[in-house]
C-alpha cells in the first residue's frame, strides 16, 4: 500500500531531489500527503541528506536551510502521531548540521559550490537519470567578476534542444565559444558522441576552472572534450600558424548567452566571419537570453551587416510546473538562434 503510494509520487520525490541537486532557491516539496510516509522519508535520507549519497552534495549550509524546510513540512503533515513519525536518520542529519561548524554567510557566498544538473530528457536506459556536475560560482562577486564561472539559462535551454535533436552532435567536430562552466560542452562530450568538443572562453579564469568541471564527469583525459582561450575578435590563424588548431575541422559552433553586451558582439561576430571564412558548411546555434530587446536587435543587426542570416528556431521548453529537470526560469526568453551567410 505505501509502496503504491511511493510509486504513485516517485516523480514528486525525484523533482525535489533534482532540484535540491541544481541548489534551486525554490523548491517543489512532495506533498504532506506522503511526507509523513516513513518510507518516503527514508528515500529521501538515502537519496540526498545521507553522508554517503552523493559524491558532490551541495553546500552544507544550503543543505541545512533545506533539511529544516522539510523537517518541519513533515512535521505539519502528521496528524496523528501514532501511525506517524519523523524519521530519526533526518532528525540527526539536522542535528549533526547544526551543531558542526558552518561557513559564515559571507564566506559560503565565495565558496564555490557542486551543482549538479539532471537531464531526464536524454534518452539514455542508464539510471539515475544523466546528470552534468559542475563547479560553480553562483554570485558574481565570488566570480570576480567574470560571468562565466556559473551556467546561465541559455545553456540549459541550448542544451535541451541539443539532447532532442543529437544528430546535431554526433559525428561532428563542435566549438563552444564563451563556455563559461562548459555545461554544453561538457552534455555534448558525456552523452552526444561528438569526435570532439572544444570548450573555448576568452577568460584565463574561466578556462582554468574547465579541467575540473571535465573531471567531475569522468572526462579527465578524455580526447572527446578539450578546454580553450579563445577570444572573439582576435585572429584565430597567427602568423606563424599554418592551420587553426593543428588542421582539426570545425563542424558546429555552439554558444549560449554571449550577445548580452552590445560592446562586444562585433568581436564575436567577427569570429564567427573567420569561423565560416575557414570552414565553409559549419552550422552555428547561438541561444540568446533576451534580457532586452536592444542587445538581441544589436546582434541581428551587426549579424546582418556580416551577410549573415539570423533565423530563429522554434524551440519552446516546459513551463516551470512540469520541468523534470534541468530546471530553469520559465519567465526569461530565450532564442536559439540559427546563424549561416
Ligand atoms: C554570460 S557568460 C555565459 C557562459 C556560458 N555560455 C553559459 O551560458 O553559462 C559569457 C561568457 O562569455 C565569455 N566572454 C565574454 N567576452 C568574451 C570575449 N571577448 N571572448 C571570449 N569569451 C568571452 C565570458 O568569459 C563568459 O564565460
Redesign the pocket.
Known sequence: MVQNKIQGNVDSIDRFCRQYLQLERELDYPSSTILKEADVQDLLYHKIFSNDALSYPPPKRYKLRVLKELLSRIEASIDDWDLYGISDDLMTAFSILLLSPLPSELTAVLQKSYVTYTLPSLDTSSTPSPQVTLLESRDLVSASG???L???E??LHLGQYLAANPYLIQGKHVL??????G??SILCAKFLNPILAIA????DD?VANLPENFFLNGLQGSATVQAME????HALVGTEDEHWNRGIPVDVVL????T??EE?IP??VGTLEELVGMFPHITILI?ATERNQETFQAFVEVCQKKNFTVDEIDFTLPPRESQRGPFYNDQVPIRICKISK
Not at 230 to 233: A, C, N, R, V
Open positions: 567574470t560571468t562565466g556559473r551556467t546561465w541559455a545553456s563552444e565559444l564563451g563556455a563559461g562552466t555545461y554544453i573555448s572562453d576568452g577568460s574561466v579563445l577570444k572573439w575578435g554558444a549560449a548567452d554571449v548580452y553586451d562586444i568581436s564575436l541561444a
